[in-house]
């Protein structure tokens, strides 16, 4: 069983930074793809980015690339999201989750485990 926890969502100008941490409970959080969605009023919960186990391979949206980077620390059971240069777009209650399956997978469905999310508000 794995129990994840978001952290460090916040109001930020456009054009800002933030840091999202996730802190996992479990020890089997190092085999599992972590995931990062996020989900704004109204719409679908949507992929921003994903890594596998080893840290070798990552995606992103192509609405987030090259503005955030997915990492994580498995002797830590963290995974985190460093978001710069943010839109108001990127204002969503984001969320981590986690995959048994080892292979990035961008739908929400193909997740087993979700941390109960995280406000990011981005204002102009």
């Known amino acids: 069983q794995v129990q994840l926890v978001e952290s460090g969502g916040g109001l930020v100008q456009a054009g800002g930074s933030l840091r999202l941490s996730c802190a996992a409970s479990?020890?089997?959080?190092?085999?599992?793809?972590m995931g990062w969605f996020r989900q704004a009023p109204g719409k679908e919960r949507e992929f921003v980015a994903a890594?596998?186990?080893?840290?070798?391979?990552?995606y992103y949206a192509d609405s987030v690339k090259g503005r955030f980077t997915i990492s994580r620390d498995n002797a830590k059971n963290t995974v985190s999201l460093q978001m710069n240069s943010l839109k108001p777009e990127d204002t969503a209650v984001y969320y981590c989750?986690?995959?048994?399956?080892?292979?990035?997978?961008?739908?929400?469905?193909?997740?087993?485990?979700w941390g109960q999310g995280t406000q990011v508000t981005v204002s102009s």
């Open positions: 989750a986690a995959d048994r399956v080892p292979a990035i997978r961008t739908t929400h469905r193909a997740y087993d485990y």
């Open positions: 890594i596998i186990w080893s840290s070798s391979s990552t």
């Open positions: 479990g020890r089997t959080f190092s085999s599992y793809t």
